[in-house]
């Protein structure tokens, strides 16, 4: 702030500093300019016209009076017509303009020899020929002095003045950031305790800054929600990580401890079983991270063909579904459905509704794989028990299933459908099927 001040501080003294010097010069010349009229005003005083000609009548007193100055040499001339000297011992430079009897008088900067002076010529007002003039002219050591003189003067007082703003500014800045500083300090030593705590807005916090706070304060609430939702995430997925890695373990200590053979495979295989169940959960928990990973841009990444994805998907699947007597169809477009994003993550989130309605809806026997065109979307309907309106408003939510669910799923499934929709600028339904019975659930991409 202060560096930002002190040029401006500069520019405005520099520029008050000349107009200052002006001022006192203009003043201080005007003053030596009268004086020097005077002069000029008591020797026209003594000039008398009589029958032999122009007289001027100076006694040697009066000379000395007019002649005397501690500085500076004065010099007289009185002339009449075409320039006849009445009195004075040098000739003093013309005029630059002719004198007339409207202007009758002027000042004007000359040299006498090689030396400065300052001249005032009058003409005598009486109107009579011949034309009578009377000169003054003074050196300029006075001047010289003077105008010196006010220079120094007015460099002194504009740098004073400047170093004296620059500390009153620097005081008031100090002042007025002491209690930011202050502020800041204290909500520093508090946040060293206790991280994201709201900085306390007082009295003493200066009102200029008091929104900014509060926007750094929604800041933090917004980081403290965000590390608390990061926390229980973590939790969860410990929790859900410990049960069947402590199944596996158990599987595996009997498979050592067990001698024959039929129970030993038995064990083995429950334990491979369980390793898939770590596999899948672990690859979900890392499909949420990439999710929630801002830097990662998946919105506009290549264009996807959706109907060509929900086929392979389905195709996919069709074994399993012939095992478990499931009537797995495809109802779409029959041509090809093109949207950016990721085909990646698409995928995944068309085989995670898929998967739900093999596992939740078998019972029903038809699962329909869907997808239209305008606006795009994807859907999987089913004719299972789908979900009760209690239980729907909370599907979504990570680790979240309907209690007595079947199956080994952890409950992340569809909230990774919808984060995956979410970045990608979509947005997902649920609801009952088109018979009324069953769900549909639908993916509805960004047109
Ligand atoms: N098609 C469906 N029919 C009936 N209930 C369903 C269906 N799809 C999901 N649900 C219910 O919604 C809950 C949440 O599903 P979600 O896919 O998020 O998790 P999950 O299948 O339990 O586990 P995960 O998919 O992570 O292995 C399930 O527990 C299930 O109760
Ligand atoms: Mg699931």
Known sequence: LLAGIVPALVVIAVFSGSFAYWLARYFSQSVLDQWLYDTAATLARRVQRSAHGIVVDVPQGAREMLEWDEIDRIYFEVLSGVGTRHFGDVPLPAPPKQLSWKQRSAFYDARIGTTPVRVLAIVLDDR????????????????????????????AVSVLLVV???????????????????????????????PLLP???????????????????????????AHRLNREFIANAAHQLRTPIASLRVQIEIALRETDPAKQQTALADAVKLLGR????????????????????????TSVNIDQLAREELEGRLDDCAQLGIDLGYEGQGQPVTIAG???????????????????????????????AGPPTVYVEDEGPGISATHLEHIGTRFYRVPGSPGEGCGLGIAIVKSILQRHGGHFTLGPGSRQRGLRATMHFPG
Do not use: F
């Open 128 to 155: 009579t020929d011949p034309v009578v003039v009377v000169k003054v002219a003074e050196t300029r050591l006075k001047r010289r002095v003077l105008a010196s003189h006010v220079l120094w003067i007015s460099v």
């Open 164 to 194: 004296a703003s620059a500390i009153i500014v620097w005081y008031a800045i100090n002042r007025g950031t002491a209690s930011i500083r202050a502020a800041v300090s204290r909500a520093h030593r508090a946040s060293e305790r206790t």
């Open 199 to 225: 900085i306390t807005i007082d009295q003493t916090m200066p009102e200029e800054v008091r929104p900014l706070i509060q926007d750094i304060n929604e800041l933090m609430e917004n980081l403290h929600g």
């Open 278 to 301: 770590l596999g899948r959960m672990l690859h979900q928990l890392l499909i949420v991270a990439r999710t929630d990973d801002a830097s990662n841009d998946v919105g506009h990444a």
């Open 342 to 372: 990721s085909d990646t993550m698409y995928r995944e989130a068309i085989a995670n509704l898929i998967d739900n309605a093999v596992r939740y809806a078998s019972s029903g026997g038809r699962i329909t794989v869907g997808v239209t």
